[in-house]
């Protein structure tokens, strides 16, 4: 992947990022962590994941 490439990925997991922490704030606020904890811990999973994916995108532009 070229160095654009690497960027564009980083820019749209950041994104997800974002969407997925707000997501986790709504849960917290309502409650529905503790209604819902598998969907909550699949939340915290997909911000993991996209974490570090991001972390590996960036180290690969760093290169």
């Given at each position: 992947?070229?160095?654009?490439?690497?960027?564009?990925?980083?820019?749209?997991?950041?994104?997800?990022?974002?969407?997925?922490?707000?997501?986790?704030?709504?849960?917290d606020?309502?409650?529905?962590?503790?209604?819902?904890?598998?969907?909550?811990?699949?939340?915290?999973?997909?911000?993991?994941?996209?974490?570090k994916q991001?972390?590996?995108?960036?180290?690969?532009?760093?290169?």
């Open positions: 992947m070229t160095n654009d490439e690497h960027q564009q990925v980083v820019e749209e997991l950041q994104g997800v990022i974002i969407e997925t922490q707000a997501t986790i704030e709504r849960f606020a309502t409650g529905m962590d503790e209604q819902m904890p598998e969907d909550y811990e699949k939340l915290l999973t997909v911000l993991d994941d996209a974490i991001q972390r590996e995108h960036t180290k690969a532009m760093l290169e």
